[in-house]
């Protein structure tokens, strides 16, 4: 059975540092998303990364792939307030798209 | 905005009753999803549907059923309500190559 793993569950950032949120999965996938979600709202795709060694960037986000490892990474580049959000991994479990969710990543941003 | 809406936004019922959700896909999307999302299990996938026929199903009780109907809107059917019910439910679609899932704003169901 397919499981994702996010961590740390929590992350309190100080504005303008880099973190790293970690995404690992038990089994081989070839499509791993990266969503975040604000408090009592919906959940935003950020990320598709559809083989090994995929990297995407948007703004100060960046994710990459390595699906030899079964790991993904969202990198942030020097946070700042408007990224306070929970992020969530998913893990395409190769049956129609059918998605497996890390209990996602808790962001705070600091001043 | 996603271009998928679901409906209502929020629902305060009572353990025992039934209760129907609803949601339009994006328009051109073929697949739907339900997911529930939770604090005790956290986003957990229901069941798919593409073009009115059900692809794939994933937690999702007896008590719970969905249907996707000829105009590609879906409803999931949640009967015998237990306070454990109580969830964000949400929708998304895409389409059949996709990759992309996009999600609705979600049902707030409150069973007390």
């Known amino acids: 059975e397919l499981k994702v793993e996010q961590n740390p569950l929590f992350l309190s950032m100080q504005e303008g540092k880099n973190y790293t949120i970690y995404c690992n999965y038990s089994?081989?996938?070839?499509?791993l998303y990266w969503y975040r979600q604000d408090p009592g709202k919906s959940l935003e795709s950020l990320f598709v990364?559809?083989?090994n060694g995929a990297v995407k960037q948007e703004g100060r986000l960046m994710a990459s792939l390595d699906t030899k490892a079964r790991l993904s990474t969202l990198h942030i580049t020097a946070a700042v307030h408007d990224l306070s959000a929970t992020y969530f991994c998913a893990v395409d479990a190769g049956n129609n798209r059918k998605l497996i969710w890390g209990l996602g990543t808790s962001l705070a941003v600091n001043p | 905005d996603s271009g998928v809406t679901q409906t209502p936004k929020h629902l305060i019922t009572a353990t025992g009753q039934r209760v129907t959700l609803r949601c339009s896909p994006r328009?051109?999307?073929?697949?739907v999803y339900w997911y529930q999302q939770s604090l005790d299990q956290g986003l957990q996938f229901l069941i798919q549907?593409?073009?009115?026929?059900?692809?794939a199903k994933g937690n999702i009780l007896e008590r719970f059923s969905a249907q996707q109907f000829p105009d590609l809107h879906s409803e999931l059917n949640l009967s015998s309500l237990e306070l454990g019910d109580s969830a964000l439910y949400f929708c998304?679609?895409?389409?059949?190559?996709?990759?992309?899932?996009?999600f609705g704003p979600g049902t707030r169901l409150t069973v007390l």
């Open positions: 549907y593409y073009n009115g026929e059900e692809r």
């Open positions: 998304a679609s895409s389409t059949l190559q996709g990759p992309t899932q996009f």
């Open positions: 990364l559809l083989s």
């Open positions: 328009s051109g999307d073929l697949s």
């Open positions: 089994t081989t996938s070839d499509r």
